[in-house]
């Protein structure tokens, strides 16, 4: 620390220990107020971009559609066959169940839909002979064949083989909800364009306090829905094989498989960093302080984000095992720093050891803060908010980790009594002298090595992906994995995607592609005025079965699937007149079903319903989205106004896609700013350049193996980047401040390598150990994505230790940034 701060902070907290820990309890207890106000947010819209259009036209699609994603999916698939007496019996009582759970008022099954079956029936009298198994006596043999041969009900609410039924459950909507939504993003978009009036910004306050109100309601309506759903489901698994889908589902079982992860592995994680910290140590002070300041910088955190109403999402549920690295570092190394003036002066008292520990750890642990700050901070150049939010958390974080470490470490220090006096093994750490007789040894292996391995990392990082499936996020084992499997092969795929095709708006003339009178060969294209014209049927008949012979989609229902009904039911296709009366031929309560989300009149739309098979080996939402664009604007002749792709797949890969440009990209920056901070803390270009090349080639190595292995980049995963720079950093610094104190004592650059190696390097090596063995239970989760989380951040660890401890100290040996080497044993480079 400079000597006006070190004095500042001599005469406050190391001069009134208690009054400092009394300050950071009063602290600590009003977080707590507000730490009940924590929560996680899981809805789709903590997914995507931050003012991606594409949100707001997917809002708009549905209203204008009158349809909605907020459903469940039942599957249900009994021992023998479907059609009989007992299985369906058995369908009626969970039916009925399900609909007894409070907030479900709506359901489709085979058992209520219109079988629209009858020798006698046209498209005239179909209101005459509409029939459903609930209401009429119909033969099973009839039902069977009415619901297998209806282009509507096939492949999703009964499959191909006739052995498996889908129950669907809509989930209530609130239209205050998407009220209070639209105002806030309208004054929220005044505010950033023109600002807001004193009156304008009340309202924009209640607005939002509202919002959060109905939000926070409208989630735990929905979890404790699909508790109960769950709860019903498990009277009837005895007897069938039933799973539950659905988006809403996904949501939920990825936010609660990230809960249990948060407790069951919190406490895991907790376990192991305190039988790690008893090998090392061997003092139950140090064990308890690291985790006295870790639980205060948690907990103070946690109530800050309870005060703002701060939501943490999937992408940010990791922040507090990263704080929990970061605050242990920090910890860890005062620790050691302590214990090394301990035994070099064994009749120092208690305030001189506190002192010359703080004196010598303010600094560098001050600019490992920094230099962390700007690794996480280069998540705000995001376009996802979750994302954007987790690096503004992460800093939040970190900064009153760095607060709790230099306030209650030290005080605690000032009132217990000198510690034991540390053994002579002390100094003596054989792993990282290993690694010092390694750098002086192997020159020439050490600097090959790391060029050998940039160039593989470099191949690595160039095949990166975002492209990701959520059936990959869950393990083979897991209800939900299955579940999506069964519907995606039985009941017509899971993640939703809609196409919507819009006519052209113009006069009515002839839309001339051409002028027959300069190419006489040309036929101009006349304008579709109707999709219940002749014209309009064929185009949406083409689109709809181009659509079908996609690999990668799953079930596909349209304006199309109901003409063709209509044509069934006619038996024959329909004339003109019949196409345009099509809209007016079926009951109200039919248009609902068939026309209504697949077509608007007055907009004068069409809407295209596609269920994405998430289990495809095939599955590439980017080129598959622009494969259909490209399609219809290419070969069918679509204008490319005229052609739009929404839905909760759309927002996803926006969001994937999103990750990959501004993320990866932006790495590049991220580097120069900190070679930037270098500068400053260093005060020297080659001491800057050498300290970079470790945390470039730490943070390629991470990403390059995710690259060789094919694990692309998602949600979580993209945060590793960060992780490794924010971890590598840490290292860096601590062993660039030690080497340039160890340098200053004799000039000996070798023989200063050496004692950082048993000084410093004991820090980094314990810490690392510490967190390395700490998340490596993280593999046990069922959720993949807190996998890929623990694995390479143990990965990225060790990655950094050894770059920290051989790459680093061999590039300050050759280039002798610090000046002429006074050793014996002069190094020739």
Known sequence: MGNRLFHLYDRTVLSHPVLTLLLVLIAAVIAGLRLDQFRLDASPDTLVMEGDESFEYYQQTYQRFETTDDFLVVSYQPEGELFSDDALNRLEQLRDDLMAVEGIDESNSILNVPL???????????????????????????????????????????????????IQLLLPTDERYYELRDRRDALQQKESDQGLSEAEESELSQVLADYRQRKEALNAQQDRII???????????????????????????????VESDLVTFGLGVLAFIILMLGIIFRQPRWVLLPLLCCALTVWLTL????????????????FVSLLLIITMSLTIHLIVRHREYQQVQPDANRYQLVAETVSAMGRPCFYMVITTVVAFGSLIFSSIRPVIDFGLMMTVGILIGYAVVFLVLPAVLMLLPRAAQPGGALHRTPVTEYLARVTDNYRGTILAFSAALAVVCAVGVSWLSVENRFIDYFKSDTEIHQ?????????????????IISLEQNDGAPTEDCDPFVDPECEPREQIDSFFSTDGAELVKTIHD???????????????????????????????LQLGLMGRAFPEDLQGLLLDPYVNEETGEARFSIRLIESSPELNRDALFERIRSHLTGEIGLEDEQVNLTGMAVLYNNMLQSLFSSQIKTLGAVFLAIMAMFLVLFRSLRVAVVAIVPNLLAAG???????????????MTITVAAITVGIAVDDTIHYIYRFREEIHRDGDYQAAMHRSHQTIGRAMLYTSLTIIVGFSILALSNFIPTIYFGVFTGLAMAIALLGALTL????????????PDQGAATENG
Do not use: C
């Open 701 to 715: 190595t991470v990403l390059g193996i995710m690259g060789l292995m094919g694990i692309p980049l998602d949600m």
């Open 303 to 318: 109530g800050y984000l309870g005060w703002t109403h701060w939501p943490v999402t999937v992408i940010s549920s990791n």
């Open 116 to 166: 629209l079956h009858s020798p006698d029936m046209t498209l005239m009298t179909v209101s005459k002979h509409m029939k459903t198994l609930d209401g009429d006596d119909v033969p099973l043999d009839t039902a069977r064949k009415a619901l297998m041969e209806n282009p509507l009900y096939q492949n999703m609410l009964v499959s191909e083989d006739g052995t498996t039924t889908a």
């Open 546 to 576: 181009f659509l079908d012979e996609q690999p990668q989609t799953g079930k596909v229902i349209s304006l199309a699937t109901t003409i063709r009904l209509a044509e069934r039911v006619n038996q024959g296709k329909l004339n003109p």
């Open 808 to 819: 680093l100290p061999r590039l300050l040996l050759m280039v002798k940034p610090f000046g």
């Open 483 to 499: 579940g999506m499997v069964v519907i995606d092969q039985k009941l017509g795929g899971t993640t939703p995607l809609d196409v």
């Open 227 to 257: 508790r109960d759903v769950r709860d019903v489901l498990a009277n009837y698994g005895d007897q069938a094989r039933i799973h539950l889908g659905g988006v809403p589902m996904i949501v939920a079982d990825m936010m609660a498989f």
